[in-house]
């Protein structure tokens, strides 16, 4: 897991396109063209080449192994994963920043939930039953939630889209949120 604490990081970051284009090749370790990438996020393939290229300048991807055509760039994660972590002593600029960047993936990940909820009766019912939009209080110290989190990392890492080179019959992509802020302030 990778910690983004560089302003000009979240800045790039901060895109609808480019949150889902990094987590879309973090989840595929072989990497992918612009032009595949571009129907993930409904772009142009050189609208997603612009955005793709934004992502490398920061660092969050590079260009992969040709796949033998060398017009065709491909690119991956150079993560794995992130979080997202000014120093408690940041500035303006940098809290904004990271606000940016907060706001954008819970956007983001509130319209995977609705998404869901929209299509989830007319899927199939074992996903269904499956699926969860709940919440759990948790009484904790700072350090018990730490241990906690890595229990929880620990326990997901097997099922990681990129660790599964040959998912059983049935698996599917899902997003696995999980948020554990204090609300007694």
Request: with cysteine.
């Amino acid at each position: 897991m990778t910690t983004i604490s560089d302003p000009a990081v979240m800045r790039a970051l901060a895109h609808p396109a480019r949150l889902a284009l990094l987590e879309y090749l973090a989840n595929h370790r072989d990497g992918a063209t612009a032009t595949q990438c571009a129907t993930v996020v409904g772009l142009s393939p050189s609208a997603t080449s612009y955005h793709l290229r934004a992502l490398a300048k920061v660092g969050l991807i590079q260009e992969g192994p040709s796949r033998g055509d060398a017009r065709e760039r491909v690119w991956r994660a150079t993560h794995e994963g992130y979080d997202v972590r000014n120093a408690p002593d940041a500035g303006a600029a940098e809290v904004a920043a990271e606000t940016a960047l907060v706001e954008t993936f819970l956007a983001r990940q509130n319209e995977k939930v609705r998404r869901f909820v929209a299509l989830a009766r007319s899927g199939p019912r074992e996903w269904y039953d499956a699926a969860i939009v709940g919440d759990r209080t948790l009484e904790v110290t700072a350090p018990e939630l730490t241990k906690l989190m890595a229990q929880i990392d620990e326990l997901v890492e097997p099922f990681k889209a990129r660790n599964r080179a040959e998912p059983p019959l049935g698996a599917r992509m899902v997003s696995f949120q999980l948020r554990a802020v204090p609300v007694d302030e």
